[in-house]
Structure formats: structure tokens, C-alpha cells
């Protein structure tokens, strides 16, 4: 069984002193390198907002980062401006291993946010990733990275209910831990056959 490493979403904004920092975020990463050796496949993710984007709390005249709004597709959480397309918070760790199999970025459609290395947040709109670890044979994925409760969590969501056999390294991964986020996540993804390890 051909296995992946899919490392989620490693990026400077994430990371302390980031935009949208998750507390510990950079300490994931030299765990995250010593794995890339075992995996026979290495995919990272790179939220990549165009300026403006629509999740920005910037956008929304009389909104604040975290309250939450509803869009065409959905309720969606207002984020700070972050991971914007060729800026120094969207560029990965300067730590994290970069040599990549598939470098998949996400979240570049100005109207829709994408958690999900699978799917945009209106679950229907493919990123092309399950067409590319088909292709490749892949059937067992490991994720890893930023955030546990959102990124991470959609990705491992969207993997198992496509057949995918799905483990998240809870220790390789941190959390923003919003309202209840992370109890909710961890439920929903054990629920869905996903492996916590």
C-alpha cells in the first residue's frame, strides 16, 4: 500500500509572529522533516489568498476576525488577512523541508475559502489532489500540520469519506481551538473512521 505524507498548510502566517499564528505552530516542524524520509510520497499545502479575499474580516464592512458570516456556500468563520499570494506570511516555514512530490495550493478563488486539501468550503468544487494520489496509486495518508481543527480536519474529513485510509499525527499538528473547535474536530474525524494517533 502505497502511503502519503501530506503536510498541511506549514506556512509563516500560521506560525508565531504570523498573521493568523497557532500557538506552537513552528514546533511541529522538525518532526514533520524526520517523517518526509519514511513517506513514499511527500504533498504540502499552501493556503494561498489572492488580496481581498472574501474570508478576510477586511472585507466585510462592521466585521471583526472569528465572527462568522454566512456565503453562498455556507457559514464562514472571518479570518485576519493572511497567507496573501507571494507575501512573506504565505511562504513556508523557513524550516520545513521543501522538497516536495506536489506542492497544492488552496484557498487562491477570491469568493470561496478553502480548508480542505480536497475541496473548496462549499464541498463540491475539486482542488485535484484525490485525481493526483489516484493516479499515483496512493491509498494511505498522514497528515500533519496547521491548523488540527480546521485545515487539518477538513482535509482528513474529505479523505476518508473518498475511501482514503486516513491517520493525523495529533503531535505533529496544532490547533486554533475556536469556540470548542478542537473537541469538535477530534469527534467528527474519529466518527468518520480517521485514525488519531
Known amino acids: ?98 522538497d516536495a512530490d506536489l506542492i497544492l495550493r488552496k484557498g487562491f478563488r477570491g469568493g470561496i475559502d478553502s480548508y480542505s486539501a480536497f475541496f473548496e468550503n462549499d464541498q463540491s468544487t475539486p482542488t485535484g489532489l484525490e485525481g493526483y494520489l489516484r493516479t499515483r496509486g496512493i491509498s494511505q495518508l498522514t497528515l500533519v ?3 488540527t481543527d480546521f485545515c487539518v480536519a477538513y482535509s482528513a474529513l474529505d479523505a476518508a469519506r473518498l475511501g482514503f485510509d486516513v491517520t493525523v499525527r495529533l503531535d505533529l499538528c496544532r490547533a486554533i481551538d475556536l469556540d470548542g473547535s478542537l473537541a469538535a474536530a477530534r469527534n467528527q474525524m474519529t466518527g468518520a473512521g480517521v485514525t488519531l494517533i
Open 145 to 147: 500540520g496547521l491548523a
Open 1 to 98: 500500500m502505497t502511503q502519503a505524507l501530506v503536510v498541511i498548510d506549514v506556512q509563516n502566517d500560521f506560525c508565531p509572529g504570523g498573521a493568523l499564528a497557532v500557538a506552537d505552530g513552528d514546533r511541529i516542524v522538525p518532526g514533520i522533516n524526520a517523517l518526509m524520509a519514511d513517506a513514499d510520497a511527500v504533498i504540502l499545502t499552501q493556503d494561498w489568498h489572492p488580496a481581498g479575499h472574501s474570508s478576510f474580516a477586511t472585507s466585510h464592512d462592521g466585521k471583526a476576525p472569528f465572527d462568522l458570516v454566512e456565503m453562498p456556500y455556507g457559514p464562514q468563520v472571518l479570518w485576519p488577512d493572511h497567507c496573501v499570494q507571494g507575501s512573506q506570511g504565505a511562504a513556508f516555514h523557513p524550516d520545513l523541508r521543501v
